[in-house]
């Protein structure tokens, strides 16, 4: 992985970055030292190193039985109980892995919203297939799972029998806390155990990523591996490294008036990743009425919507654009002997060469138009570098927050919608 800020030197001052590099440097160690804002949620810094290989088996073991008696799982779970692992899936699955089924179960997502029409469809969906559901609550007491789950394990008992429901039912909770533990506990389903020092948007390599990645099929060693390699390179005691740079590039950039960073990629197989990024910037930054809005799009799909504003709206952008080097497969447009749609000049080129044309295209008349570009670029997708990219993203947001003066580690302004939502459902306590 490798991080290019040369795009981002017209808009700072370099007096700045030397002065943020030191500021950054310090929020680090803080990191490591555990002396700052939110120490009690720092488990993540030194997780990739810390899972045992007890725990790595034990999931790879459970993902192994399962998938043997499933053609689709149901994961049930929201914001950093979900986004994670849905993302880590869709970055490394096949574009239509939901009509190519024979090696890999289809692994559908619920939880993570309040749709009775989308519960509807998929229980209608679910009536003729193999199915199984793992649940992923730390609190256990969300509502938008805990709504989901109740109708599906009822489903699921009604198909299979209970004794057969929760031998095809995961949890993944908080070692002792909670419903989802007591209910599990109660039925004696297979538990996982989320640590308590990991907050929900950095737990994607703990049980609740690392599950549903081996259950559809991905080598979560491999993952790791990125994920302890990036730790390493990001650690405070390396001189320079790529997760502080980024981090006090983007509070330069904040503090000049760019207060808004869009997360770019040219492969919709990042889409996905961009909304776990989204979760982790937005719910660690935002608060205290500061902090970068994230957004994201998948060019070259959106040069064609959000393009127009991006190049010519009002000037508070920057793009920080996930590049990827190789594609995996090989796909050459062929010569046209009536050439009606004048792609001629194209023929034998390949479809990433015109993409990668696209990006240079668009990197040059983004900066013209006054969008800050920061880039970062893996040699391909695959677990590894997507390890890579999550370390590095996490160690920066947590540097990042703690340049920004806030605590990046809680998320008091989610409680609102949730007590204004009770009081008109009626929940006891909060008339
Ligand atoms: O990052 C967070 O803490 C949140 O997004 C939570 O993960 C989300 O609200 C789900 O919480 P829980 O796992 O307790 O159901």
Known sequence: MKLEIKNTENFIDKAKLVEYKV????????????????????GWVNLPNEISEELISD????????????????????????????????????????????????????????SED???????????????????????????????????????????????????????????????????????????VIPDDVGGRFSVLTPVGLLPIAIAGFNIRNLIQGAIDTAENSSFEKNENSAEVYAAVRNILYDNGFTNEILVNYNPKLSFFAEWWKQLYGESEGKESKGIFPAS???????????????????????????VEKTKYDVKLSKDSDNLDKLNYLAGKNIEEINKSA????????????VPNI?????????????????????????????????????????????????????????
Not at 25 to 41: C, I, R, V, W, Y
Not at 401 to 418: H, M, R, S, T
């Open 23 to 42: 500021n950054a440097s310090k929020a680090n160690k803080s990191l490591h030292q555990k002396n700052g804002l939110g120490n009690d949620f720092l």
């Open 59 to 114: 999931i790879e073991k459970t993902a192994e039985t399962v998938r043997k008696k499933i053609d689709v799982m149901v994961t049930v779970g929201i914001g950093g109980s979900y986004l994670g692992a849905k993302a880590v899936i869709e970055a490394l699955s096949d574009n239509f892995s939901n009509f190519k089924t024979e090696t890999n179960p289809i692994m559908l997502f619920a939880g993570n919203n309040l």
């Open 118 to 192: 989308y519960l509807y469809e998929l229980t209608d969906l679910l009536k003729d297939r193999k199915w199984a559901i793992t649940v992923i609550s730390k609190s256990g007491t969300t509502t938008e799972p805990a709504v989901a789950f109740r109708i599906l394990k009822s489903e699921l008992e009604n198909k299979y029998g209970k004794e057969e429901a929760s031998k095809r039912i995961i949890a993944v909770t908080d070692k002792e806390k909670g419903a989802l533990k007591q209910l599990a506990n109660q039925e004696g389903y297979k538990t996982f």
């Open 297 to 323: 799009v998948t060019f070259t799909t959106d040069l064609h919507s959000m393009g127009q504003y991006i190049q010519d709206g009002k000037r508070n952008l920057f793009e920080t654009v996930i590049s």
């Open 359 to 370: 990006e240079l295209g668009t990197l040059k008349a983004h900066l013209e138009g006054g």
């Open 375 to 431: 880039r970062i670029t893996i040699p391909e997708i695959n677990e590894y570098h997507i390890g890579e990219l999550i370390y590095f993203f996490e160690k920066a947001c947590g540097i990042s927050g703690y340049i920004l003066g806030v605590n990046p580690f809680d998320q008091p302004g989610v409680e609102a919608y949730k007590r204004n939502m009770f009081q008109i459902l009626g929940k006891p306590g909060y008339e």
